[in-house]
């Protein structure tokens, strides 16, 4: 009778342990699906004659370089009359805790989780030398019209320029700016809005004067903030799985990122389609995740079966 329980009782202990690890995979792949990883709608609008591509995007809350992106090579200056663009307001969530603000150099965004809302806004960040860091840090200040005091490596590149710079309108600090724990870093508003969808700042993060305003009063001091860089997103949406791919339109290039924007991404994407599938691995179509990867259009793209 010994050895019979002695035999019986961890047969008894293994089914059960499969049979719930199997029930969890289960309802995990369930809740994946249930999930909606994309915001927003993508839009259409039609060019009139005087529009150029920087007030298009302007007036529609995204980058010059987003329009450019999924729309193919235009001048953004000069980009013709009567030609219907495609507006990518449409994007899949970075992955990371859901909490506070994300801010993904991937693809030039900054999402705020919020009230159980997400907002989401185009920023500029930094180029080559003077890259954007990454990390957790929180807010630990707010100022209104700013002063900007030059660090001495920026007055060494512009000796030019005043050891203090106050507030108006050649600020390039703009009227906000929110305070990183990470020394010398901020978000701020900037005087030169066409920077916004490019790496062209000294390592801070630059968005449009509107909406840094509108940031400015939905965050605090101590919301904690994440920097990431994911130029490859994918999540589910209605039982539909999307993945959105990301790289620098030639117009807005700097030279010293070439090599960088030619690499393979292909490896990169297989893996984090892998990981958001899940058990689900077998609905995803890897041609179509091809063919997003080779456009990089900057939009969510359909990729299962």
């Known amino acids: 009778m010994r050895l019979f329980k002695s035999i019986l009782c961890p047969l008894i202990l293994l089914y059960c342990y499969c049979a719930l690890s199997e029930e969890n995979i289960l309802d995990n792949n369930i809740k994946q699906q249930e999930q909606n990883d994309l915001i927003g709608n993508n839009q259409y609008y039609v060019t009139k004659h005087e529009d150029t591509l920087i007030n298009i995007a302007r007036n529609f809350g995204i ?3 987003d329009i450019l992106s999924v729309n193919g090579d235009l001048d953004p200056w ?6 219907k663009l495609l507006i990518p307001k449409q994007h899949i969530l970075p992955n990371g805790k859901r909490e506070g603000i994300i801010i993904n150099i991937g693809d030039l965004r900054l999402y705020l989780f919020k009230d159980k ?3 989401s806004y185009p920023i500029g960040i930094g180029r080559s030398g003077w890259e954007t860091p990454l990390g957790k840090t929180k807010i630990i200040d707010k100022k209104v019209d700013p002063v900007w005091i030059p660090p001495e490596s920026i007055r060494k590149e512009d000796p ?10 050649d600020n390039p600090l703009g009227s906000r700016a929110i305070y990183l724990s990470i020394p010398s870093y901020l978000l701020h508003g900037t005087n030169k809005p066409y920077g ?3 790496k062209v700042s000294h ?6 004067p509107e909406h840094i305003e509108e940031l400015f009063e939905l965050v605090n001091k101590g919301t904690k903030v994440n920097i990431i860089d994911q130029p490859i997103k994918a999540g589910w949406k209605n039982n539909e799985l999307y993945i959105e791919v990301h790289t620098l339109p030639k117009y807005v290039r700097e030279n010293s990122l ?5 690499k393979n991404l292909l490896p990169l994407a297989y893996e984090i389609v892998q990981n958001a599938a899940g058990v689900e691995i077998l609905l995803v179509d890897w041609d179509k995740v ?7 259009s900057g939009i969510p793209y359909k990729i299962s079966k």
Do not use: T
């Open 63 to 65: 980058s010059f370089a």
């Open 78 to 83: 000069i980009p013709g009359k009567d030609i």
């Open 117 to 119: 809302k997400v907002i």
């Open 160 to 169: 030019e320029l005043p050891k203090v710079v106050a507030a108006g309108p």
């Open 196 to 198: 916004v969808g490019m």
């Open 203 to 208: 390592g801070c993060i630059r968005l449009y």
């Open 258 to 262: 070439k090599n960088k924007q030619e």
């Open 290 to 296: 091809k063919i997003a990867v080779k456009e990089a």
